[in-house]
């Protein structure tokens, strides 16, 4: 095992990832922005070490500072979390070249599935259905001879990064050129990949996500799915698990589609195959994220697995030591992102308790929330026997969590569990700006 891990994140991630290290006996390394020195990872740390300025280009996404920090403390492993450099290859081929060992996937393997051109077509290969699309497109001309074999409405997708980056919606022809070309230029912009194909574009879907853990043995567990389809602006704002919608048949489909994924991707680590399920029952790959997902604990909740402990124990060649018939999915987990919506310091801070509710934050009182870096103050986290018991507990979750000083989304997660297309489950990718329009009761 491990004796020393570097973590190169911030915020929640980064106190989840030293506390996993700690119940293992591994020391940690902090480090920090100059914004982040006062934070609470850097206090829980065993040791810290700043690598840069404000920005995140200066620091978190500083691979040059990163490595050099994990060598001059001697960290044996970096653990990347959640965004910032967790699905770069290049950082993980550096990590490789220097010894230093990336907990996650290969650096080819993160490469590969990254492009969603590439991935698309080992799905296809492998028999995992996929939307119906195209390959990489030369030019728009090309797009709009295509496009008339797909139908409208469609996407127009980049082929690499996310967050819903290099992404247009072109619901007629006459739309599609000037689609094309904005979507390309916002995806080299955004990742230095401006390449692009169609997608059909489906409407009334669910986004669903299988977690799996894969071993370096070629064992291959699933730990069931996550219903994230309630999002804003492509960005997930609630997560729940089990999906209200989900069959017993679909589920197990899903599960071996996921399974069939990681193997064909020779996936090591933690991973998550994201699927659209359609009103009918079929359901499509639409990805794979190579990292821990920021909506993990909610399948920890239900299935009883440390995933983060999973993941170190994977990098140090440990094989798991479960079974698939041995994973049993009980109760109802949920998860509610609260963001903030202004920056300045927490004048008070009272995080809900009780039974089964728990906040995952790094948020202290007095502390400052700057304006550098992602907008999520923490993740307010209920498991409950029953998917009524789960809503009722995230309400009275809500109802007790006070955040004085900066402005959140409190208030809209109320609106949106208090709303009866959450609470029948009736609900699919686009309906949460009508909730929070008031437009949906």
């Not at 669903?208 to 704002?237: F, P, T, W, Y």
């Not at 698990?241 to 069959?247: D, K, L, N």
């Not at 589920?251 to 193997?263: F, G, W």
């Not at 202004?342 to 089964?356: A, E, Y």
Request: aromatic residues 6%.
């Amino acid at each position: 095992m491990f004796s020393k891990i570097l973590v190169a994140n911030r915020g929640e991630v980064a106190v989840r990832i030293i506390r996993a290290c700690k119940e293992m006996g591994i020391e940690t390394v902090a480090v920090y922005s100059e914004a982040d020195k006062n934070s609470l990872p850097v206090a829980l740390a065993d040791e810290r070490i700043c690598i840069g300025g404000n920005a995140a280009a200066d620091s978190y996404l500083n691979q040059k500072n990163i490595i050099s920090a994990a060598l001059a403390t001697h960290a044996e492993a970096i653990h990347p979390g959640y965004g910032f450099l967790s699905e770069n290859a290049e950082f993980a081929k550096l990590c490789e070249e220097n010894g230093i060992t990336f907990i996650g996937p290969k650096s080819e393997v993160i490469s590969a599935m990254g492009d969603k051109d590439a991935s698309r077509q080992l799905m296809q290969q492998v028999g995992v259905p996929v939307v119906p699309g195209t390959e990489i497109l030369q030019d728009a001309a090309e797009a709009k001879r295509l496009a008339k074999d797909i139908g409208y409405p469609l996407l127009v997708k980049a082929t690499a990064g996310g967050g819903g980056k290099g992404i247009r919606v072109v619901r007629k022809e006459e739309e599609l050129e000037d689609a094309f070309y904005t979507a390309s230029r916002e995806a080299e912009s955004a990742f230095g990949n401006g390449d692009v194909f169609l997608e059909k574009y489906l409407t009334a879907v669910r986004h669903v996500e299988m977690q799996v853990l894969a071993d370096h043995e070629g064992n291959i567990l699933c730990l069931g799915e996550r219903d994230c389809s309630l999002q804003l602006n492509k960005q997930k704002v609630l997560e729940e698990t089990p999906s209200p919608v989900m069959t017993e048949e679909i589920r197990q489909k899903m599960m071996d589609a996921a399974v069939l994924a990681a193997k064909a991707a020779n996936y090591t680590n933690a991973g998550t195959v994201e699927f659209l399920l359609a009103p009918d029952g079929q359901f499509y790959f639409i990805e794979m994220n190579t990292r821990l997902q920021v909506e993990h604990p909610i399948t920890e909740e239900i299935s009883g697995v440390d995933i983060v402990k999973w993941q170190i124990r994977i990098a140090c060649q440990v094989p798991l030591d479960m079974t698939q018939e041995e994973i049993h999915l009980q109760g109802h987990a949920m998860e509610c992102r609260i963001n903030a919506r202004s920056t300045g310091k927490v004048d008070f801070l009272h995080i809900p308790g009780g039974g089964r509710v728990h906040f995952d934050t790094a948020l202290m009182q007095d502390c400052e929330v700057v304006p550098y870096y992602d907008a999520m103050l923490g993740k307010l986290i209920v498991h409950a026997n029953t998917r009524e018991e789960a809503i009722r507990k995230m309400e009275a979750a809500l109802c007790e969590m006070v955040i004085v000083g900066v402005d959140t989304n409190i208030e809209d997660q109320l609106r949106l569990v208090r709303s009866k297309a959450f609470q029948k489950g009736e609900y699919d990718t686009l309906i949460l700006p009508k909730i929070l329009e008031k437009d949906v009761r």
